[in-house]
């Protein structure tokens, strides 16, 4: 092609298959004009594609015949199917079902095909449902288009070569077609009537002689990419001037694992600090969604934030973004996410968002968490959006959107980098796009712009400049015309190639397949991948054609069309892979920092959960309450465990502060008021929570819970209605004691005064739960015994109360008989450790313990030492710190007295 473009007479148009045909050898004969000339000017080449070059003939006509149409782009076009389709389906029962812009991204197809293979609409038995309402939305949209003035690029060979007679100074003198493997017969026609015309057809001239060529099989697709990169990388050191092609018939599924294995194969350093803008060696022809760049997802992230509450994931994105605002508030922005996720909700609104991100405290002093800047944008993003939001034409909305953005901030202050910046143009191309769609759709809603805003983003690639890198990773149809010094062919595996067929369901299977049309036949799609093969295989000297033996466990052959090649090995160029040689060169080096710094002062957070952790290992309290070191909080649909126990403390708080004793509260069952309190008091708690969370607590939401709380309430009760006299000492009282040297703030859930005014020191449990657990050196439950050892006052018994659906009940042990229903008196025989005087023994048997540990704790232990390991582990957020699991610790028994409680 070089060479005959190099002879070409003048006023030659060469038309190409596509756009990037058009550019390569735009570029290669401009360099290869300037090696000739120099410095001195030479005439251009009229190169184009065929759609660009229809478009333009069209444009011409507009000057000679005044009722020329406008012509739709693919945006356009599929905005009037939708419209088509979706006045049609409003009409039928249960037509919303069906996916409209699915349906007319179909119906388009159906439509090209319908014209390029010059088949009448009428005429045809569309046989099936699909095929008859294709027919009548056909109908439709010829009308509409023809009533709007409106012509489409399907049409428009046919259009031209009616009028074109009338303006024969538009007819290139001569005609080259570059790159296509095949014409429809409407492009066959037209090109003949242009022949007729008087325009001269230039053949492309006999093809290249195959190129020698080798076939290589390999394990699985990862292998195949892996030895194609290698291959790659060894023909550029050997070569760096060569042209390399690499065609991949599924390139879309291939994309990911090909921009991966080439990264580590050609740019092994990428990966290393300030090399990230270092440009690509090879160029992949299929981009990647524009929606998933990171500056365009932050944009429709902040517009859809404007309308209506978004995915709590969404939002933290949103708040990490770099291209929001300014970049000194990320760090309190990190801390805004956490936060939010503390609420416990999925979404999150603007005006939560906004409520918290202005947080102050008691003070006035703002909260880590506030980002006054960010707050301040969005609230003005917000003014705008709600001043602004009646239905307004596409044009309208892409520059109100524009707007929104600048109020609130993006795409934020630092300075972009190359890359961002080709995504910054792709997305003000994106906003031209959808603001031409007011041609064809004359008003949207915010609702309806937005959808279409976000879909033409999920479907427009995007593809950085990268045409002159030196490899060219391509699709099969974009290999059209193009010449490689050496060519590696991928998947060509049995299911791949040639093509599964794939007829268009709005079309007569039969009428497709007698006529031969794209993917409607085995035998059609046969043929088109051997010329198709012919064509790749005369495309450079050295090819390599190759697939993968297996896709997971299931077996793949070779493209019937390759398997007569004889297999041969691939030599081993595996080439020393950066991350490989990192990893090689790792080396575990375990160091044993079983003491951090002792704690200054006494002043501790945590309460008896500090015990706890001590207990259950030493590093988790370390680095839970010395450092800080906690998981993100992660909602979940409803309410978690912790939260149901939650919300029944409150209930039971709320009860018992209206109760008071046991007298309050058989006065109120013997009144008959205890169903009306119940009542009261549960939905004055739930009320509470919807405040708290008003996404979670729905109306249907709220019925169960409130059904529920009542029917365990009631149980409860009935376990409390056997208790000897009592009254409530406290419900959920805090105090603060002094203890083996900490300061440590308690909260009891409840105390209540026995009849010898002794105390019942009570814990309550919606899960399973033993006493055993308070017993040992490491102690699982230490906090009733911590209230034990501090309590002011004698207490005289200590209970779980285990409030769950068929099970409720006290567990616990008591200093005499029947202090409560279930607990029973200390028994030496069955608490190890204990002799005489039982009920003080333990106390003081505890007192050891809780002191050891609060010591521990004082001086920095911080060993990894799961009590039991792996079950400690097994639900502790912070192995990824502490590495247990790579250094992991025999597993440590007990040691000491082993004091065992039963409590069943
Ligand atoms: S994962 Fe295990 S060893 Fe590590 S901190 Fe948690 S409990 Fe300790």
Redesign the pocket.
Known sequence: MDALLAQLPPRTTVVTVNRRLARNLQRAHDARRRSELGDRAWESLDILPWNAWLSRLWEGLMGVDAHSAVVLDPVQEQAVWEQVIGAGLAALPGGALLQVPQAARLAAEAWRLLHGWRIPLAGHDFLNDDGRAFSDWAGHYQALCAHEGWVDAARLPDLLAQRLEQAPWLLPRRLLLAGFDELTPQQRAFVDHLGRLGTEQIEAGAAEAPGQCVRHAFTDAEAEVEACAAWVRARLERQPEARIGVVVPDLAGQRTRIARCFDDALRPGALLPGAGGDPRPFNLSLGAPLLDQPLVNAALGVLELLRRPVPLERVGQLLRSPYLGEPDELPARALLDARLREDGELTVTLRGLLALAGAVDGEGLPRPWSCPGLAGLLARAREASRRENPPRTAGGWAEHFSRLLDLAGWPGKRTLDSAEYQVLGAWRNLLERFAAVELVERQLGPGAAMTRLRRLAAESAFQPEGDTAPVQVLGVLESGGARFDALWVLGLHDEAWPAPVRPNPFLPYSLQRRLGLPHASAERELAYAARTLDRLRASAPEIVLSSPRLDGDRDLRPSPLIAALPETQFPDLATPRLVAHIRGAARLEPMAEPVGPPLEGSRAPGGARLLQLQA??P??AF?ELRLGATPLGEPQPGLDPLERGSLLHRLLQALWERLGDSEGFAAVARDGGLAALLDAVVDAVLAELERERPQTVTASFRALERKRLLRLLGEWLEVERGRPPFTVAGVERERQVVFGGLELRLRMDRIDRLADGRLAVIDYKSGRTRVAGWFGERPDEPQLPLYAVTAAAPVAALAFAQVRPGECGFLGLSDGAELLPGVEAVDAGRVAGLTGGEWNAMIARWRTVLERLAAEFRAGDAR?A?KH?PV??AW?P??AL?R?HSVAPPPEAENGVSGEAGDE
């Open positions: 259950a290992c590093f988790r680095a990894v799961p390991y400690t582990c502790c912070l192995p502490c247990v």
